[in-house]
């Protein structure tokens, strides 16, 4: 059972978060053309990094969107930030 | 008799005799026995039969690694199945039977088997039973396979506690090693857990002389006294089963038999695995034969127990670790011979009795071979951790290597096997301070299976894997011992592997003529040993495992005799009035089309939506164009996820510019709740946007019914109720009792409705209010089943129901969004993708029985005729409308709405009826009771 860092409520046990997406994925914008692979793509390519990753996590108590790095492989978690504000 | 009961020694209490039946047959042992040494004590050896050949089987060794002896094993009227018998500790009265034998394991009619190992190879199954079909044999094959048998009672009270725990220093294992780390980490200042999963601690320790100038007994109680004085804590009969995570440690900790263990999560600072090795078996011809054992587990049962496994006792062992072991089991009083097995070709004699054992033709007598092959460390829990393994070539074994962050190995886990020197660094890593370095004096001469070699070996004892299969697993090349494992069948046992994987891979390393690290070994998972679901569960069953969501209206209903059902997690009247249901259900539903029906909604979502982006957030949000929505208007929609399923259905009421109510379906409100705040964070401005979810804070009543308005009002709700002035998808705010109340005229039942909403606080007053001005003119509260009913008559869908994970809103008749809305919405290009523009996609529709036909049965397929049948989709609703005096029904078709009119095929566990496509609505098409 892995502890993950809410920004905001500090570690807890990793049964209190879901996992939203991998970050830097943006939607397209569907008020103009987008192709049927470019759509697809958004929908189902996922990196799936064996390693580093960055995903966007919610944690469930406080409703809170965040970035969490963690490693996929050793499954370290590195570090979280929050969204608010300026993102990276 | 051949193993028995010396006179003095072990642990056991002899003054407290237990008395317990094997197989029929009654027996006696003492207090601290296991079951294996008490049958060992009174001369009973054979325990058990194999998987697949029912060859007869006694204990291999004394403790967690033995494969052969397991048993349903029946106290106070329990019985549980699998239980190891070295590892179960005996109890006054207990009842064992011994698996896949039958009438006993002594004699087993199924013995006969054995004489068809020539044709019962791995694969057998898979290669035998294909034609023409495997489904034909699979009943009797099952039956055939498998070990113990499950009670059919179900114990309600077998219900394991579960605790959350920390410290600083977890040490696992209670042998020597782990209670000298555990000692100096105690003196350290550390907050210390000591685990080790017998009752008694000491490990293998018992089982040497002199430890330190002390006997056995004495050291170990000296240093388990002073890890206790210093604050350290030992937990006995507790096993760690698993690492998990982030150094989650499972712990399993036992009481006495047939009580489910309990559960501690536990989270330490460090892990010191002191959990040591087994002996591992030799791999000659008939090796599996009863009276063939560990060393290591023979002088266990004589030190633990005071049980000597045998008279004439013969040992294999090709290491330095035997010589002392053979001189102590001849101290007790047996005849020992010392063979070398690296000699040369090995073979047991005898079948269910021992007669001796052939050594390059030399024929040694004796009732017993013990053998020891070399000691592999316990790494299980290492592996569960993510350490890695380095191999050893000087111990022939793999050995802890790269360590994972915050744990060490120590002690004979560590591969270091001599006692002082273990003792010496596991102190040292108990302090934390620098390890000392020795040479081992331990020595062994490798020795591996032998493919080609003659007779009958055995790899794995309880599933029958012998190194001819292994063979076979090689020539069909499945070398990877992945795939070796599982189409061999080795290591899946319940021991899994702990005596059969280092030789299956060794033998596998011998067929390949490869180096045994370059084959390695499989994953090691947890549980290190078998553990009851119970344990993992604990009390999450029931409403703890989902709490009821509970009405404010709930003690109203209960005096009014509602039959008070969940639905969505909710708890709400099902119907009102006992006995028959039918007939309520019937009553409520012709109220409402007749008078007016009085609904508890209150478990409808209420989650408003606020601030500047509010409009275009919730535009985003809908199928349905919102942004047009003037305040004071409601408007019906659907919400999609991203590939542009329903998700739930809804109406919105605009209260403002920027407030707006959601009213989601009542099981979907979290659900709906947590996608509108992730697509508000994620997509959106979230300082512009507030999604606030009132669904629990707020009662909704709803009155429904052609005097609807008649009921409502002759209470004071400062709203004007005209049609005109209130029309049908409008809402207004008005106040009832001086709290602000909301109307909203939307409508479930196809009725004039008012859905009224109002602060908890207040709900009680308007609840009773509201059935009082309806009693005047023969009103009354309807529930929920009645409007399942008063829904389907009208055609209105509940998504999840007559929905499913692949409708989208065109298959609903909902067409023109997607293909008009200019603005983005989530989903709105999946809705475009080849799936959203086939034209078989399944739409929803009506359905209708000829006269006098039953209803038809929800969830039946809609089935092609013709040679082929396929499914063309299913009913998805269906009900009795007392209404229309006949059945009614919805249902997901292929090319649902070209096929109205239509007739098609129902078929229904076996039975075909026939049904007319009609459209999905069935009561007032027109609306003209809407608009009312």
């Known amino acids: ?88 | 008799m051949t193993s028995y009961r010396i006179d003095h020694g072990g642990l056991i209490d002899r003054t407290r005799p237990l008395v317990f039946t094997f197989d029929g047959r009654s027996y006696t042992g003492f207090d601290g026995d296991t079951l294996a040494s008490a049958l060992l004590a009174n001369g009973v050896r054979i325990m058990g039969r194999s998987f697949k050949y029912h060859r007869p089987r006694g204990p291999w060794s004394a403790w967690v690694d033995d494969p052969n002896a397991i048993m349903n094993v029946k106290l106070n009227g329990r019985e549980f199945p699998n239980c190891a018998a070295t590892t179960t500790y005996l109890e006054d009265g207990m009842a064992a039977r011994s698996v896949n034998a039958f009438p006993s394991a002594q004699f087993d009619v199924k013995g006969g088997l054995d004489l068809m190992h020539r044709w019962l190879t791995a694969g057998f199954y898979y290669k035998t039973f294909m034609w023409p079909n495997w489904h034909l044999f699979e009943p009797v094959i099952r039956k055939m396979a498998g070990l113990g048998e499950i009670s059919r009672d179900v114990f309600e009270d077998y219900v394991s506690d579960q605790v959350h725990d920390c410290c600083d220093t977890l040490v696992i294992g209670g042998g020597g090693t782990g209670l000298a780390a555990a000692r100096e980490a105690v003196e350290t200042g550390e907050n210390v857990i000591l685990v080790d999963d017998q009752k008694t601690v000491g490990g293998g320790l018992f089982r040497t002389g002199l430890i330190e100038g002390q006997a056995a007994a004495d050291w170990v109680e000296a240093q388990v006294a002073a890890i206790e004085s210093g604050g350290g804590r030992v937990m006995r009969a507790t096993t760690a089963f698993g690492i998990h995570d982030h150094k989650l440690v499972g712990l399993a900790e036992h009481g006495k038999f047939g009580c489910p263990p309990r559960l501690w999560r536990l989270r330490p600072g460090r892990i010191i695995l002191a959990s040591g090795a087994l002996d591992r078996p030799i791999t000659f011809a008939n090796n599996d034969r009863p009276g063939v054992m560990s060393l290591d587990g023979a002088c266990e049962f004589l030190a633990r127990y005071g049980v000597l496994v045998g008279r004439n006792i013969a040992t294999l062992s090709n290491n330095s670790g035997a010589e002392s072991s053979a001189r102590t089991l001849e101290q007790a009083g047996a005849n020992v011979v010392t063979l070398d097995p690296t000699a040369g070709h090995a073979c047991a004699i005898g079948g269910k009795r021992l007669r001796g054992v052939e050594l390059n033709g030399a024929f040694h007598y004796a009732d017993t071979i013990l053998c020891s092959g070399g000691q592999t460390p316990l790494v299980h829990l290492w592996r569960h951790a993510g350490g890695k393994l380095d191999w050893n070539d000087d111990l022939q074994a793999f050995v802890p290597g790269k360590a994972p962050e915050g744990m060490i190995a120590v002690g004979s886990a560590n591969g270091f096997f001599d006692l002082q020197h273990a003792l010496d660094d596991a102190r040292a890593v108990g302090a934390d301070t620098a390890r000392p370095n020795k040479k081992s004096s331990y020595k062994l001469t490798p020795l591996w299976p032998k493919p080609g070699s003659k007779g009958r070996q055995w790899i794995d004892f309880q599933h029958d894997v012998t190194i001819k299969d292994v063979e076979l697993a090689a020539r069909e090349n499945y070398v990877s011992v992945e795939h070796l494992k599982r189409y061999t069948t080795l290591g899946m046992a319940s021991d899994q592997g702990k005596t059969s994987n280092m030789s299956g891979l060794a033998a596998m390393a011998a067929v390949l003529d490869r180096p045994i690290p370059e084959v390695g070994t499989t994953t090691f998972r947890p549980p290190f040993v078998p553990q009851p679901l119970a344990l993992y569960a604990g009390q999450r069953k029931a409403t703890l495992f989902s709490p009821l969501k509970r009405l404010k209206l709930e003690p109203e209903h209960r005096a009014a005799d509602a039959a008070l059902v969940e639905y969505g997690g909710w708890l709400r009247p099902g119907w009102f009035g006992s006995g028959d249901p039918t007939e309520h259900i019937f009553n409520e539903v012709q109220l409402v089309r007749e008078t007016a029906g009085i609904f508890d909604a209150s478990p409808l979502g209420k989650i408003e939506i606020l601030g500047p982006d509010a409009e275009a957030f919730v535009n985003f949000a809908f199928y349905n164009t919102i942004a047009t929505l003037k305040p004071g208007h409601v408007r019906y929609g659907f919400l999609l996820n991203e590939r542009g399923i329903v998700m739930d259905d809804g109406v919105v009421a605009r209260l403002g510019d920027n407030r707006f109510v959601i009213s989601c379906s009542s099981g979907h409100v979290d659900h709906v709740r947590d996608h509108l705040e992730v697509w508000r964070q994620d997509c959106n401005d979230p300082e512009r946007i507030f999604v606030h979810d009132t669904t629990q804070h707020w009662s909704t009543v709803t009155v429904t019914g052609p005097r609807a308005r008649d009921i409502l009002e002759k209470i004071d709700t400062r709203i004007e109720l005209a049609a005109d002035a209130f029309p049908h998808m409008t809402v207004r705010e008005g106040t009832f009792d001086g709290a602000p109340i909301r109307v909203a005229r939307v409508s479930f039942t196809g009725e004039l409705s008012f859905e009224v909403s109002i602060r908890n606080t207040y709900a009680t007053a308007l609840w009773n209010a509201l059935l009082k001005s309806g009693a005047s003119i023969g009103a009354g509260p309807v529930g929920s089943e009645a409007m399942m009913i008063l829904r389907a008559e009208k055609g209105y869908i509940i998504v999840g129901k007559d929905t499913d994970g692949l409708t989208m809103p065109h298959d609903l008749g909902f067409t023109v969004p997607r293909l008009k809305k200019k603005a983005a919405f989530i989903g709105d290009r999946s809705l475009h993708m080849q799936v959203g523009n086939e034209t078989d996609r399944r739409a929803l529709v009506g359905l209708e029985v000829d006269t006098g036909s039953a209803m038809l049965s929800t969830g039946a397929h809609i089935v092609a005729d013709g040679s082929k049948p396929r499914t063309l989709g299913y009913v998805t609703s269906s009900y009795d409308s007392p209404t229309l005096k006949r059945p009614i029904a919805l249902g997901l078709l292929e090319q649902g709405a070209e096929r109205i009119g239509e007739k098609i095929t129902v078929w229904h566990l076996g039975k075909t009826v026939t049904a007319t496509v009609c459209p999905p609505c069935f009561y007032d098409p027109e609306g003209v009771h809407l608009d009312a």
């Open chain 1, 1 to 88: 059972m892995q502890i993950f860092i809410c920004p905001f409520c500090g570690p807890r046990d990793e049964r209190e978060f879901h996992f939203e997406r991998e970050a830097g994925k943006i939607r397209p914008d569907t008020t103009k053309l987008v192709s049927d692979i470019g759509w697809s793509d958004y929908l189902n390519e996922q990196r799936n990094t064996k390693g580093a990753v960055r995903e966007v996590w919610s944690h469930l108590p406080c409703h809170e969107l965040f970035v969490m790095e963690r490693n996929s492989l050793t499954m370290d978690v590195i570090y979280s930030t929050s969204r608010r504000g300026p993102v990276t």
